[in-house]
């Protein structure tokens, strides 16, 4: 059995949207250093979380192994739906989230937000760095789910942090550093895997 560091919290990588500057290929399955992205991206979250979700995984597409994927509610609004669909699924109390994108995850910076959202849980543990949110590096209780839902039913903007003030919502803020910023870069053309 797989003994993790935090049994309470379950991971989502977020892997819905169109990739269109990667020609529509799939941005988790992106080599960077020879290594898919997914790939390094599990190695970092295996370890921590016991239960890990992919929201938005293309059909077709071979699903790593270890990992359940869930399919988007309210496909077509973007990362807050693939949040949802992880909430509405995951066994856990809370669910840490991040991008598919995101190749320099650091295991330490996760650990670091983790235990500072079990310290004094809340509804969301927003991450943040000089003022801006990074709410795909972020912590949400699963208790959000139906309010979440209806808020996007409700025609609510599809931006994340848009729905921060409908709930009880606490701000980690990252150290602002070199290594802060490379686990937080994510790839949105093909010229930001040679950074």
């Known amino acids: 059995m797989l003994i993790s560091t935090f049994p309470e919290i379950s991971a989502a990588i977020l892997a819905g949207g169109r990739a269109s500057r990667f020609g529509g290929r799939n941005k988790a399955l992106i080599e960077v250093e020879g290594v898919p992205v997914i790939g390094r991206t599990l190695s970092v979250l295996e370890p921590l979380f016991s239960e890990i979700i992919i929201a938005g995984w293309p059909l077709g597409d071979p699903l790593p192994q270890g990992v359940r994927a869930v399919t988007d509610n309210y496909p077509g609004i ?4 693939g949040i949802e669909a992880a909430l509405r699924a995951c066994e856990s109390p809370y669910l840490f989230v991040f991008g598919c994108d995101m190749p320099w ?4 910076m996760i650990i670091r937000q983790a235990d500072d959202f079990l310290r004094a849980p809340s509804d969301i543990l ?6 801006l949110y990074e709410p795909l590096h972020s912590v949400y209780s699963k208790s959000i789910q139906p309010s979440l839902a209806g808020y996007i039913e409700g025609g609510g903007s599809p931006t994340i942090f848009d729905f921060y003030p409908y709930v009880a919502t606490r701000y980690h803020d990252l150290p602002v550093t070199e290594e802060t910023r490379k686990a937080l870069t994510n790839i949105n053309r093909p010229e930001d895997i040679i950074r």
């Open 78 to 81: 973007g990362p807050l739906a």
């Open 126 to 131: 927003a991450a943040r760095i000089e003022g």
């Open 105 to 108: 995850l650091s295991g330490e």
